[in-house]
Nanobody, 127 residues
Framework: QVELAESGGGSVQAGGSLRLSCAVS????????MGWFRQAPGLEREGVAF???????TYADAVKGRFAIQKDSAKKALYLQMNTLQPTDTAMYYC?????????????????????WGQGTQVTVSA
């Protein structure tokens, strides 16, 4: 059983930066992908970025060039560096983990009953 816990959310002005962290409390199998998702009020959860077990990254078009996903296997942590934040980035941000063969099938949807999900961290960007 993998347990995920996000942190690092907060309130910033447009143009600011935040770094989200996701702590993994159980061993993560080497064939897992991990990713960040977000859900804004009234909208469905959507994929933001994910990273494969071998370090390949994929980003949603809306965040390319502004966000960067990283992982630290030794610390069992996943990060999302968010720069040049915009009010449209306001959302609850979640991290998720799943076997890569399955993850890439449901990405960029934010729905999977098989993935492990954290509880989320709120990001609010004001104009």
């Amino acid at each position: 059983q993998v347990e995920l816990a996000e942190s690092g959310g907060g309130s910033v002005q447009a143009g600011g930066s935040l770094r989200l962290s996701c702590a993994v409390s159980r061993f993560t199998p080497q064939t897992y992908c991990m990713g960040w998702f977000r859900q804004a009020p009234g909208l469905e959860r959507e994929g933001v970025a994910f990273i494969t077990y071998d370090g390949s990254t994929t980003y949603a078009d809306a965040v390319k060039g502004r966000f960067a996903i990283q992982k630290d296997s030794a610390k069992k942590a996943l990060y999302l560096q968010m720069n040049t934040l915009q009010p449209t980035d306001t959302a609850m941000y979640y991290c998720a983990a799943d076997a890569c063969w399955r993850f890439t099938r449901w990405w960029p949807s934010g729905f999977s009953n098989d993935a492990y999900w954290g509880q989320g961290t709120q990001v609010t960007v004001s104009a």
